[in-house]
Every structure is written in structure tokens, then in C-alpha cells.
């Protein structure tokens, strides 16, 4: 049947090439009866598009998404009668995308439900490649960019919780790339490993001869990310002391810069991250209870890489399509399946990291699964590397235990020397670790449970001359 034979339909068809996004008219059947410009040339190609079923056209399915898994927007307007709004994934000429489809139904003379108007707005789509693009097909990962997608639009504040190494600074970049604010600064503060004055004079800036050794006036990142986004990164490190100073900015929308009589305005869309738990925080005493509840209004769970399986690969292959070398290099089957079955504890930065050493240990085209592997005195061992900070979630029984005995026998073994600066025995203790991971500085964060950057941070100052 060519699109043009199709019979004539409400005059609310002649509407639907006003909307700049794909859109089409459907009947209760899921049968397509009218399609904007931008739908046909999303979907359509050479094929006629009139009396085909939606789920065949943007899904290549044979039957409604609700039996495939799916929630389907169509079976939600029936059962409430109002708009729907859902989170797709749908095949497009330029790969899969995930899509947000919007249906409103419309209603007959008799009040009753006869068709449905179906928008489609793009959120994502991980098959283009861009650097800093998430990826992903999972329910987890669905699941999450739905919420990602929902609050990025809005100026409400977003805490993304996780593990560490899942992607939240990613996340973060989404929510200030999709937003009103992306044209903007896009400012990072990484709270780990600040002190008090230090997180002070990055977060608000200071005045000349504002204390020993400010030779000249500094602009703090609240003033950088003037009109964007601001997003403080593992903000449960923020000191006690801060706490206030960083409610009083969100309250009030104003700071002092450290040294200055002068208040000044801000503007900017706050986003915090974190991989501890805030509300274990709260209840200690080590969080401020107020400040919890001003950073959270939309809080959003980053999956684990281990519950999100299925993008484990997807993952891997873009990961080799950024990093450059010197001979076109791809998985093999075998390294594929194999990478699907690991759990990786470290995450997406693990996951990095295995890949770039199989890159170093690959001399042909394809890396194979031994390429992937660490070598056994490492598997063997786990990396018994002692954290550096209190993990979010409680560890295993056994691997608590092995730290407990591995810190008695530090206490023992230190019983009877003189006091040590903290700094200079955390510096000895870090240039010890590095040997054991051979530089691996992805690995040895993750074991140690802080970020990289923290680690970095760590390990320039450990390098610094001593005054």
C-alpha cells in the first residue's frame, strides 16, 4: 500500500510536521496512519511507512513492546488514559538510539480513546562515536538514563551515587550537555583530599594578601562556572567545616571570596557525586543533615558494571576505538565472551585498564582472552592493598578480616618506633604500592578506594621538596 492511498484521517495529521522531532499518528492497533517529515527520514528510507505497526518500524519487532519486555506507552495511555513518556531504544538507519517517546491520546466525539500522537526526542545515541559518550543497552543503564534525561532539562540539583569507577563524572556531563546551561562552563571540583583552607580558596577564590603566599588574586571555581554547571565530585569528602560555608551558597546563592568584605552573586546548576554513604554520614555526625537533604532532591544510582553485564563489551570496543595505537586491533570472540563473564570490581576503569595493557601484550590484530587476564600472582593475591578511606558498603567478611590482621600486624611492627608524620608514612606506604602494581595507578586506586585524581594529587605532593 503506498502511504498516499492510505484514507484521510483527523485533521490533526496536518499538524504533526510542526513538530521538529519524528512524530506520527497511530490507532489503537499500533498501525500507523500519518508520519511527519522527520519520522520518514529517521525510519522510512525507501519503504513506506502508512499502515505498517510502530513497534515493526522503530523496533524491527513483530509484536507490541510490552511482549518484548518493554514498557509500552500506548497500553499505559489506555490503562490511565493520560500522556505517557518512556525511555526506548530504537533502530535507526544511524544505528540504535535510545529515544524518549512521548504519546498523547486522542480522544473521539464520544470521549473515547481512537488515536494516539507519538513524539520522539533523541536523548542519546551510543553508536556515534564520541569521546566522552556513556554507552549502554542494559535495564540498569536504561534505567538510569531515563532519570538522567528527565532531570537534565531542569535546574534541580542532582546527587549521583555509585562505586567508584561507574561513570559519574560522565553522568555529570550529560545532565550539563543536555541542559540550558551546555553552552556554559562545565567546572569540576574534586573534593578528596582538600583541606579546609585549601577546598575554601578553590570553591569561592581570594583577594591578594589574603594569607601567607597569596601573592595575587584568584578566581575561585564558583566564579568560573558562571551560567553552567558546577559539579562537586566525591562531595562526601567535603570537610565539616565546609559543610556550612557550601550550605550557606546553595541557600542564599551568594559567597565571600576568602579575604574579601564583598559578597558576590553565583549562578550556576549545582551536581554532586559521590560513592559513600551520606545518610550513614548524616547519622554519624560526619555529614551535615541539612546540607544532605539540599544536594539530594534527585538523587540517581549509577549501576555497577556487574549489573549492567551486557554492556560490558560495547564498552570494551569503545575503549579501543579511543585510545590510539599503532595497527587496527579489535576482540576476538573469545576475548568477548570471556570479558562478559568477569566481574569487575574496579568497573569501567578497570575495564580500561585491562584493555590497555592487552593492547601492550597483543602482537597480532585480535586480542585474545590471555591478553585480558592479569598474571596469576596478581589474580591470586587481589590486590591486598590496604583502603585509604572507609568503603561506602561493608566488605566481604573474609576480606575484612585479612585487612584487620594485615593492620594488627602494622601496629605491631611499629609499636615500638618513634611518632611519624601521617604524610610521610602515607608517602613511603603509596611509592611501596606502586612497585607491587607495576604503576598501575587505576588499579591501586580502585584498591584503595579513592579516585584517581585523589591518587594522583597524593602522589605529586608525596614528590614535592621538602621545606
Not at 296 to 320: G, K, T
Request: proline share 6%; glycine share 6%.
Amino acid at each position: 500500500m503506498s502511504d498516499n492511498a492510505y484514507p484521510t484521517i483527523p485533521a490533526i495529521s496536518s499538524l504533526l510536521d510542526a513538530f521538529a522531532s519524528p512524530a506520527i499518528l497511530m490507532d489503537r492497533n499500533y498501525v500507523i496512519r500519518a508520519a511527519n517529515r522527520a519520522y520518514r527520514e529517521a525510519y522510512s528510507g525507501s519503504t513506506a511507512l502508512l499502515g505498517r505497526h510502530c513497534y515493526e518500524v522503530s523496533h524491527g519487532y513483530e509484536a507490541p513492546c510490552d511482549r518484548a519486555g518493554e514498557d509500552c506507552p500506548l497500553q499505559g495511555c489506555l490503562r490511565t488514559n493520560q500522556r505517557q513518556r518512556v525511555l526506548h531504544i530504537h533502530n535507526t538507519p544511524n544505528g540504535k538510539e535510545h529515544i524518549d517517546v512521548e504519546l498523547t491520546p486522542v480522544h473521539n466525539s464520544a470521549g473515547e480513546i481512537e488515536y494516539f500522537v507519538e513524539i520522539m526526542h533523541q536523548v542519546h545515541a551510543p553508536d556515534r562515536f564520541e569521546k566522552n559518550r556513556m554507552v549502554g543497552f542494559s535495564p540498569a543503564f536504561n534505567q538510569m538514563l531515563e532519570l538522567l534525561s528527565r532531570a537534565a532539562p531542569s535546574d534541580i540539583s542532582v546527587l549521583l551515587l555509585g562505586e567508584s569507577g561507574t561513570g559519574k563524572e560522565l553522568a555529570a556531563q550529560y545532565l550539563h550537555e543536555h541542559s540550558d546551561r551546555a553552552k556554559r562552563p562545565f567546572v569540576t571540583v574534586e573534593c578528596s583530599g582538600l583541606s579546609e583552607s585549601l577546598f575554601e580558596s578553590e570553591l569561592f577564590g581570594h583577594e591578594k594578601g589574603a594569607f601567607t603566599g597569596a601573592s595575587q588574586r584568584k578566581q575561585g571555581l564558583v566564579s568560573s562556572a558562571e551560567g553552567g554547571t558546577l559539579f562537586l565530585d566525591e562531595v562526601g569528602d567535603i570537610p565539616l567545616p565546609m559543610q556550612v560555608k557550601l550550605l550557606r551558597l546553595i541557600e542564599t546563592g551568594t559567597y565571600r571570596p576568602v579575604g574579601s568584605v564583598t559578597e558576590r552573586k553565583a549562578n550556576f546548576r549545582l551536581i554532586c557525586a559521590t560513592h559513600r554513604n551520606l545518610l550513614e554520614m548524616v547519622a554519624e555526625g560526619r555529614f551535615r543533615q541539612d546540607l544532605y537533604y539540599r544536594i539530594s532532591p534527585f538523587p540517581i544510582l549509577l549501576p555497577s558494571l556487574h549489573e549492567r553485564r551486557q554492556d560490558i563489551v560495547p564498552i570494551a570496543e569503545r575503549i579501543l576505538k579511543q585510545l590510539k595505537y599503532d595497527r587496527p586491533i579489535q576482540l576476538s570472540d573469545s576475548a568477548r565472551h570471556w570479558l562478559a563473564q568477569q566481574h569487575f570490581a574496579g568497573n569501567i576503569r578497570e575495564l580500561r585498564n585491562r584493555i590497555e595493557r592487552a593492547i601492550l601484550l597483543c602482537d597480532s590484530d585480535r586480542i585474545e582472552p590471555q591478553h585480558l587476564q592479569l598474571p596469576a600472582i596478581l589474580a591470586s593475591t587481589g590486590h591486598s592493598a590496604i583502603p585509604l578511606e572507609t568503603p561506602l558498603n561493608a566488605a566481604e567478611a573474609s576480606m575484612q578480616n585479612d585487612i584487620e590482621d594485615m593492620t594488627d600486624a602494622f601496629a605491631e611492627a611499629f609499636a615500638d618506633l618513634p611518632a611519624v608524620p601521617l604524610e610521610q608514612l602515607e608517602m613511603h606506604y603509596l611509592n611501596g604500592l606502586l612497585e607491587s602494581y607495576n604503576g598501575d595507578n587505576a588499579e591501586l586506586a580502585a584498591a584503595l578506594n579513592i579516585s584517581e585524581r585523589t591518587l594522583y594529587r597524593k602522589l605529586a605532593k608525596a614528590k614535592q621538596p621538602r621545606g
